[in-house]
């Protein structure tokens, strides 16, 4: 079983984030482009695991998300892993929020605490958008989506079942963050 932990976006964003992405694909080549209802901020990817800890993950996000109240999160810009001359990757940016980094960073502590590895890599806020299949390259400047703020209120792990056409994400569970 493939299994991660999003944070969820509203819908509005979502749509907002698919207009935005509609703009942009034109100046693009060689991008598989993600469906917009597939939008959302990996907190932790687990891969492929036994489904047996899964409870464990259910039981640590439960108890995450007492206690805290939505985090406010803006877009910040375009970017890209690596990086936007070798592509592969492409991604909405996310201003730093100090409160959702260490919210993140506290769920990857306590998961690392009943046996899953932590993640050695820096967490950064972003919410793909496509993924280069072959080459590929920006045939102009893009404009930085404009987006207004909003709030990433719930949590959902989620189930990924890759297929020929792209991963299909099924919500496991769902957590509303709560203060």
Not at 15 to 21: A, G, P, T
Request: charged letters at 30%; a positive charge; hydrophobic letters at 35%.
């Amino acid at each position: 079983m493939r299994v991660f932990i999003a944070a969820l976006l509203p819908e509005d964003i979502r749509l907002s984030i698919k207009n935005y992405v509609d703009d942009i694909k034109p100046h693009w080549e060689g991008v598989k482009w993600e469906d917009y209802e597939k939008f959302h901020i990996t907190l932790k990817f687990f891969g492929d695991m036994d489904e047996s800890r899964l409870n464990d993950i259910k039981q640590i996000a439960e108890e995450w998300v007492r206690g805290d109240s939505p985090f406010k999160m803006s877009i910040s810009g375009f970017g890209a892993f690596p990086n936007l001359k070798k592509p592969r990757v492409l991604f909405i940016e996310l201003s730093r929020n100090e409160d959702f980094l260490i919210f993140q960073r506290g769920l990857d502590e306590k998961l690392e605490n009943v046996g899953f590895v932590k993640e050695k890599r820096t967490f950064k806020s972003h919410i793909t958008i496509g993924r280069i299949k072959r080459n590929s390259r920006c045939r102009d400047s893009l404009p930085k989506p404009d987006i207004s703020s909003f709030s990433i209120s719930e949590l959902a792990i989620m189930r990924s079942i890759p297929q020929k056409t792209g991963s299909v994400y099924t919500p496991l569970s769902v957590y509303k963050l709560s203060n």
